[in-house]
T-cell receptor, first 111, second 112 residues
Framework: AQSVAQPEDQVNVAEGNPLTVKCTYS??????LFWYVQYPNRGLQFLLK??????LVKGSYGFEAEFNKSQTSFHLKKPSALVSDSALYFC?????????FGTGTRLQVFP | DAGVIQSPRHEVTEMGQEVTLRCKPI?????LFWYRQTMMRGLELLIY????????DSGMPEDRFSAKMPNASFSTLKIQPSEPRDSAVYFC??????????FGPGTRLTVL
């Protein structure tokens, strides 16, 4: 069955430190992978996507994600976290026109 | 472009009443999705349309829920009759072909 797993409900990081939000997926065929961010009382905002090509994808607000086919992972990263990065992050994989979302990871960046 | 537009932003109603949520997708987008988000169940896909045609409504929880897309620029999600367990944030999203989805700001529904 197609699925996305975000193993951490919450990630805490100090401002200025690097951050990683983990995502693994299970889908038949070549995966189309996405990261979205949701700020309080807002809709989901697109951050970045992997369709094909370079395994390191760069997106909005300094975020990047690394596609690893052998580990079926698509972890979100940022070299230096900001307090304003605190939000809910969703990983998703496309399957038959639909996006299958993970359960979300809440990122807390402390000053 | 103004992005995906949803109305109303907030809706408070009493159990048994009919509720209609509205969505205007981004112009030119050929896919439209309705989602529901709650703390307990996370983000759920209810139904999606391609070129105004409903493709998959397997996520619609009950017959009380219905959705229409009469034209490329408008869609509605209707709940009749509403129940307290329908309280959630309902999102509409649209996309063009195989590109990323864009989400609206959501409608926060409270059923008393």
């Amino acid at each position: 069955a197609q699925s996305v797993a975000q193993p951490e409900d919450q990630v805490n990081v100090a401002e200025g430190n690097p951050l990683t939000v983990k995502c693994t997926y299970s889908v038949s065929g070549n995966p189309y992978l996405f990261w979205y961010v949701q700020y309080p009382n807002r809709g989901l905002q697109f951050l970045l996507k992997y369709i094909t090509g370079d395994n390191l994808v760069k997106g909005s607000y300094g975020f990047e994600a690394e596609f690893n086919k052998s580990q079926t992972s698509f972890h979100l990263k940022k070299p230096s976290a900001l307090v304003s990065d605190s939000a809910l992050y969703f990983c998703a994989v496309r399957w038959r026109d639909k996006l299958i979302f993970g359960t979300g990871t809440r990122l807390q960046v402390f000053p | 472009d103004a992005g995906v537009i949803q109305s109303p932003r907030h809706e408070v109603t009493e159990m048994g009443q009919e509720v209609t949520l509205r969505c205007k997708p981004i112009s030119g987008h050929d896919y439209l999705f309705w989602y529901r988000q709650t703390m307990m169940r996370g983000l759920e896909l209810l139904i999606y349309f391609n070129n105004n045609v409903p493709i998959d409504d397997s996520g619609m929880p009950e017959d009380r829920f219905s959705a229409k897309m009469p034209n490329a620029s408008f869609s509605t999600l209707k709940i009749q009759p509403s129940e307290p367990r329908d309280s959630a944030v309902y999102f509409c999203a649209s996309r063009l072909e195989n590109n990323e989805q864009f989400f609206g700001p959501g409608t926060r529904l409270t059923v008393l």
